[in-house]
């Protein structure tokens, strides 16, 4: 099978060099943690900058709350822990700084299932619904080491609350360190007819990538394209598609409901493109503790269910 890379590499592990790089660009930046500083690299930073540092142990709201009032004296605060914790453990304090629309970041570590072993409990799979619905809050999700690096960048450039979903599996490395970015249109990653397309999160992009060449290699040509803003979101880059392909199959780290499925489906719903669409992604139920790739392939999410489905949609648009 061909591939459209050459290596996989885990984002996070890159997140130390980002953060003492922003760091050294802007003394307003501050980064809180919550006693997983050498999970989500933030140590490098306190090491860089200990005065902007803030380690407040296992507690998430009030770590919420700080940065709130951090960004309320001029600072721009940068929250990182894992997806689970920053999306859902303190969701009523992240609506509330954005209800304020304060300039907090947070940066999501560990989305959907990528943190296998601790299981269910820290699996973040209603992550994307529990943020896209708040107002005022921008939602990133890269997909390698070079886009996370830009989305951060991105985010210092809004002037109100982002949120980063930051990998920790390895991804695909599509880009370089010469990739012009831009977060507020689909990324098209392979075009090559017309017969489907693949739509992908960030943290998705190693089973739909594989997916997509399996596809490949039985004939079939399609497209297959990233969304590295799920909001704001890039309706008008979804229609076009959708005029063009005979159906599409989204592919998210995360449940199918409420995601980036639940975003395109309401986006062809408001239009009158008919284009039919399937999910690749967990169904309505709780996951379970092991090898995060054992784990995503288990309950829905791998290269062989993003193939079954396209093949399984295309026979149905076929009449079959």
């Given amino acids: 099978m061909n591939s459209l890379y050459t290596e996989t590499v885990s984002p996070r592990s890159f997140l130390g060099d980002i953060w003492v790089e922003i760091g050294k660009k802007d003394p307003r930046i501050v980064v809180l943690d919550c006693d997983l500083a ?7 930073f306190a090491k860089a900058y200990p005065d902007r540092f803030f380690e407040m142990g296992i507690g998430e709201q009030n770590a919420m709350s700080v940065s709130a009032g951090l960004a309320a004296e001029g600072l721009i605060p940068f929250y990182a822990n894992f997806a689970l914790f920053s999306s859902g453990t303190c ?7 954005c209800f304020s629309n304060l300039n907090v970041k ?12 601790d299981g269910g409990t820290h699996h973040a799979n209603e992550e994307i619904a529990l943020t896209r619905t708040i107002p005022c809050l921008t939602v990133l999700s890269p997909a390698d080491h070079f886009q996370v690096r830009a989305a951060m960048l991105h985010a210092l450039q809004i002037q109100g609350p982002v949120y980063i979903r930051v990998p920790r599996d390895e991804t695909p490395v599509l880009h370089s360190s010469n990739t012009q970015f831009s977060f507020d ?8 007819g017309d017969d489907f397309a693949i739509i992908y999160e960030g943290s998705a992009a190693l089973q739909a ?14 497209k297959l394209l990233a969304v590295p803003s799920l909001k704001p979101f890039d309706n008008i880059g979804i229609l076009d598609i959708a005029k063009k392909v005979k159906a599409i199959v989204t592919v998210e780290n995360h449940s199918i409901y409420g995601g980036l499925g639940g975003i395109v489906a309401e986006t062809l719903c408001t239009s009158s493109i008919r284009c039919p669409v399937e999910y690749v992604g967990v169904n309505d139920v709780f996951t379970e503790s ?13 290269a062989e269910a993003v193939e079954k489905k396209v093949l399984s949609i295309l026979r149905c648009v076929s009449g079959e």
């Fill in 290 to 302: 092991g090898k995060s790739q054992a784990v995503k392939s288990k309950f829905g999410l791998s």
């Fill in 38 to 44: 050498a999970a989500t690299k933030t140590d490098a």
């Fill in 209 to 222: 990538c594989d997916g997509f060449m399996r596809l490949e290699d039985k004939k079939l040509k399609g």
């Fill in 185 to 192: 249109k689909l990324e098209m990653i392979c075009d090559k």
């Fill in 106 to 117: 947070i940066v999501a570590t560990h989305p959907g299932m990528d943190n296998g072993p």
């Fill in 91 to 97: 969701w009523t304090q992240l609506r509330q700084n």
